[in-house]
């Protein structure tokens, strides 16, 4: 049988490498990236450079590489950029559908369109996948532009809107909550958390779990977190329990000790049902999860 070929866009990302290690047996990888790749990938893998703001290569690469899915993972994560740099965020994070769903939809493709929580304001949880999308920052306003975009003008789709992700991420690549709280309290740095912000951390490879299992799901969307709710201050605790730091090092402190550029919803957490109930998928909370990345460190 022919191998199902599968472009993941930002394939070194967090998300992009939990796709691939993730990813069933009988597909042919090939990914994307800005910048230069310092590590080792699975040989079989064909990596390509590509920025999202030079489109033509990537409708090039749709025309050579003939993906019959495309995870769409690769754009500007940070909240505060985006908030800084809108002209350039909306560029990369909204206009290069516009090329790469026409070139998808040439060939019959898949998109598999990777959007937020940050799609939600935050005052009205749980938010389910019919809630309404309303947000407090540009970030999630581009990314509520995306998803109209995707479903008005995307031949076949599917979109999956994750919550706070964490894991490990590649070496020189951005840091995430965890990765980021393991390196302070490894180095004994003390470290003040926000106790008055609610999010149901997501564990990576729950996440690319439901993106691959997704794709029997044509039009669906899934709203996808970890299945427990909690502040940022307790998921530092998880951590510096089941890494067995200091435990004097963090401290709670409210959200206004910490000005930042976007605005920042208070409390996006999901009812995570449809996931459980149509791909059967039962996300870790942050002990198991956790565990599982001491078990997995990488560097
Ligand atoms: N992480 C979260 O907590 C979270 C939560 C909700 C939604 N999301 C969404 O999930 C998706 C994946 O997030 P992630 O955390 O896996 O992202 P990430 O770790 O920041 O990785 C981003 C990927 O996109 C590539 N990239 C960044 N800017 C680019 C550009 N201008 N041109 C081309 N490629 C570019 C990066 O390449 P290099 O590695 O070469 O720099 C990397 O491969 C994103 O759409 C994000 O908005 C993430």
Redesign the pocket.
């Known amino acids: 049988m022919e191998k199902q070929r599968v472009l993941i866009?930002?394939?070194?990302?967090?998300?992009?490498k939990a796709l691939i290690l993730t990813a069933p047996e009988n597909v042919k990888i090939a990914i994307?990236?800005?910048?230069e790749v310092t590590f080792d990938l699975p040989e079989s893998i064909d990596s390509y450079k590509?920025?999202?703001?030079d489109p033509l290569s990537l409708v090039d690469l749709v025309k050579r590489f003939k993906p019959d899915i495309v995870f769409h993972?690769?754009?500007?994560?940070s909240v505060d950029e985006a908030e800084k740099n809108k002209d350039y965020a909306k560029k990369?994070n909204l206009e290069i559908l516009i090329p790469i769903i026409e070139s998808l939809n040439a060939i019959n493709a898949t998109i598999v369109f990777?959007?937020?929580?940050?799609v939600y304001d935050g005052e009205d949880p749980p938010y389910t996948e019919t809630s309404e999308q309303r947000s407090v920052n540009f970030y999630g306003e581009l990314?509520i532009l995306a998803e109209k975009y995707v479903r008005e003008n995307a031949k076949r789709f599917i979109i999956v809107?994750?919550?706070?992700?964490y894991g490990w991420?590649e070496k020189g690549?951005?840091d995430?909550p965890f990765s980021w709280i393991v390196k302070k309290l490894s180095n004994n740095e003390p470290l003040k958390l926000v106790n008055d912000t609610i999010t149901m951390p997501l564990l990576d490879k729950d996440c690319a779990d439901v993106c691959w299992k997704s794709l029997h799901f044509l039009g669906e969307d899934f709203n996808i977190a970890g299945c427990e709710k909690i502040t940022f201050y307790e998921f530092g605790k998880a951590i510096e329990k089941e890494f067995g730091y200091d435990s004097s090092l963090l401290s709670a402190v409210g959200s206004d000790a910490f000005p930042t550029i976007a605005r920042r919803p208070k409390d996006t957490s999901y009812d995570i049902s449809k996931v459980q109930r149509l791909l059967g998928i039962n996300p870790v909370g942050v002990s198991e999860g956790t565990r599982y990345l001491k078990e997995t460190k990488i560097h």
């Open positions: 866009t930002g394939g070194t990302g967090l998300l992009g994307t990236h800005l910048h590509i920025a999202l703001d993972t690769a754009g500007m994560g990369i990777i959007s937020s929580n940050a990314k809107r994750p919550i706070l992700m991420p690549r951005r995430n």
